[in-house]
């Protein structure tokens, strides 16, 4: 276990629908990163926030916005669903010093979007 | 033409067999992830390292800056080491680039 939770586990859902994807960091971790994965474009970085604020973004589409609470949770809310937005969807949490870019990375078990 | 390169794609070993996984990538980076993936889909961090080499039980990781070049080796593999092992490199900008992943299947 992680320490990193993201509900839902699975999300099954139309096309054009709405959905919000949650995700709590590990106690401490002021970083949160998603990640798309998809059968044909593997692991895809998408957006990161340390501490409420965005700090990387990635191959996010537009109709994808993230955002980070002040208690550090994050969601990804994924509009105008399509068939190829169905994949996994992992958040992962890290703790950022002062001197590193990056520290290790904790990855949640992944919220599986199905899109119809 | 990618910018993090894995070999191979898919590995079949014999139960105790020593395995290599191969990462190389063309841009400059701050940090090489290794990852492991189970078929249930859960992503673990095997090791993050910038230089050097780092050991953890049986698993081994290098990583050569000049060369952009980057191994994962296992000793003594065993059927539960059967997982995707994918390579990820971090540059300056926060943002993750991975690699394609390595399906290693270890038979008893």
């Known amino acids: 276990d992680s320490g990193v939770t993201q509900t839902p586990k699975h999300l099954i859902t139309a096309t054009g629908q709405r959905v919000t994807l949650r995700c709590s960091p590990r106690?401490?971790?002021?970083?949160v990163y998603w990640y798309q994965q998809s059968l044909d474009q593997g692991l895809q970085f998408l957006i990161q926030y340390y501490n409420g604020e965005e700090r990387a973004k990635g191959n996010i589409l537009e109709r994808f916005s993230a955002q980070q609470f002040p208690d550090l949770h994050s969601e990804l809310n994924l509009s105008s669903l399509e068939l190829g937005d169905s994949a996994l969807y992992f958040c992962?949490?890290?703790?950022?010093?002062?001197?590193?870019?990056?520290?290790?990375?904790?990855f949640g078990p992944g919220t599986r979007l199905t899109v119809l | 033409k990618n910018e993090v390169e894995q070999s191979p794609q898919n590995l079949t070993a014999q139960e105790g067999e020593f395995i290599t996984i191969n990462c190389s990538y063309s841009v400059g980076i701050s940090a090489l992830h290794w990852l492991q993936q189970h078929p249930g889909g859960g992503i673990v961090s095997l090791f993050m390292?910038?230089?050097g080499k780092k050991k953890h039980g049986r698993l081994i990781a290098t990583i050569n800056i000049q060369e952009k070049h980057s191994s994962l080796h296992i000793t003594a593999s065993h059927p539960r080491d059967s997982a995707v092992y994918i390579c990820a490199v971090g540059g300056s900008n926060y943002k993750l680039t991975f690699g394609k992943g390595t399906l290693l299947t270890v038979n008893p």
């Open positions: 106690s401490g971790d002021l970083s």
């Open positions: 992962a949490s890290s703790t950022i010093s002062g001197t590193d870019f990056y520290n290790e990375q904790f």
């Open positions: 390292l910038s230089s």
